[in-house]
């Protein structure tokens, strides 16, 4: 009997220095990830996460490329305002994956009506928030109780300063996702496009850089103007070529001018930007999903007929441009800047596709396959 006992003693000691060898070869691992997010915060993240909560719902810009056909199998809370402010994005992605329809609501479309009680109530084991925008913040009760509970909470950020910012982002989310191969492919898909940009507008003296003013949320505020200074939209201007005039008049990297400084600076290239659907009532440019070029370019026409717009020489002259507002918070913001490339400077980047990359982005990376305009010429 003793034998027995001390062979079974010896036969459970060695079977428990097996199981980190067993585990791995089975591709389990019990240790977590401590990652470095980006509100500077260190969080240790389970190797395996099931149960997924969206600060932004338009974070789904973002999970798209990695989770790809997954996209919704581990989200169960995400904010409304997504449904709102891309409704026909929305429509599409539901289309595809009827379980998006099915998320439960953590909120409207601001941080203030987030429920922290009913994001505890669908047991997240990580929750991912954003730096900038329309979500809770590090400092957010929601963030207190996350982290009370124990569930592991993750910054990325698109917003504020998104051309340095969107590359580390999504190596985050490949990190904290499992993703991290799906990453590497889209952040080197990235990379490659803007430096093919950068590198050549490195090369144009500043005199030769249009002044370039963009009206975001064009004609949808009762005064004009909304728009970008150093940061968010404000970067792609200066990243394709262009001097932002709202850079220097703006503390923040958005915020709002005067129509009379607009006019001042007399701006060689307007751009409006918009995410209206075909059904939308009100004013604003059509631009997005299920958008045709006719309809943009209509609404746009509207757009730059205001009083004040109208009188501009880049409206006079055939320079007014439509794009899709919600570059401004997205990892898709390549496109942005490759579009603006080639309006302010068509002869350097003649050979730059911003259709051949929307298409490479469309059937490489993203489960649906989005039909709409996203940019429009005059």
Not at 150 to 176: C, K, N
Not at 197 to 216: D, G, L
Not at 255 to 280: F, H, M, R
Not at 302 to 330: C, K, N
Request: glycine residues 8%; contains cysteine.
């Amino acid at each position: 009997m003793k034998r027995n006992s001390h062979r079974c003693r010896r036969l459970m000691t060695a079977l428990l220095a097996a199981m980190p060898l067993l585990g791995g070869l089975c591709g389990v691992q019990a240790h977590a990830t401590t990652i470095t997010d980006m509100a500077g915060r260190t969080v240790e993240i389970p190797h395996d996460v099931h149960r997924i909560i969206l600060g932004e719902g338009r974070l789904v810009y973002a999970l798209a490329p990695l989770e790809r056909e997954h996209l919704f199998d581990r989200i169960v809370g995400w904010q409304g305002e997504f449904r709102g402010a891309d409704t026909q994005s929305y429509d599409q992605y539901v289309a595809r994956f009827p379980a998006a329809a099915r998320i439960a609501l953590i909120g409207k479309t601001t941080a203030d009506t987030v429920s922290p009680e009913k994001v505890l109530d669908l047991h997240p084991d990580l929750a991912i928030l954003t730096v900038s925008g329309h979500g809770p913040g590090a400092s957010s009760e929601l963030v207190n109780q996350l982290t009370a509970a124990h569930v592991p909470v993750v910054f990325v950020d698109f917003r504020a300063d998104p051309l340095r910012d969107t590359i580390p982002s999504m190596r985050i989310l490949g990190t904290v996702l499992n993703r991290e191969a799906e990453a590497r492919e889209y952040t080197d898909f990235y990379q490659s496009h803007l430096t093919r940009i950068t590198r050549t507008v490195a090369t144009i003296p500043a005199q030769q850089r249009p002044k370039v003013f963009i009206e975001m949320l064009a004609a949808m505020r009762e005064s004009c103007c909304h728009t970008a200074g150093k940061g968010n939209m404000g970067a792609f201007i200066e990243a394709a070529g262009g001097r932002n005039i709202a850079a220097p008049l703006l503390p923040g990297y958005i915020g709002d001018i005067a129509l009379e400084k607009v006019i001042a600076s007399d701006p060689d290239i307007y751009i409006a930007d918009g995410t209206k659907g075909p059904k939308a009532a009100g004013p604003g440019l059509r631009m997005g999903a299920d958008v045709s070029p006719e309809l943009a370019r209509s609404s746009l026409k509207m757009v730059e007929d205001r009083p004040g717009i109208s009188t501009l020489r880049a409206v006079t002259d055939g320079h007014a441009y439509g794009l899709w507002h919600a570059f401004y918070d997205s990892p898709y913001n390549i496109l942005a800047v490759e579009v603006m490339a080639k309006w302010f400077h068509p002869d350097l980047f003649a050979d730059v596709d911003p259709e051949r990359t929307q298409k490479e982005l469309y059937e490489h990376f993203l489960p649906v396959p989005q039909t709409g305009t996203f940019w429009i010429t005059p």
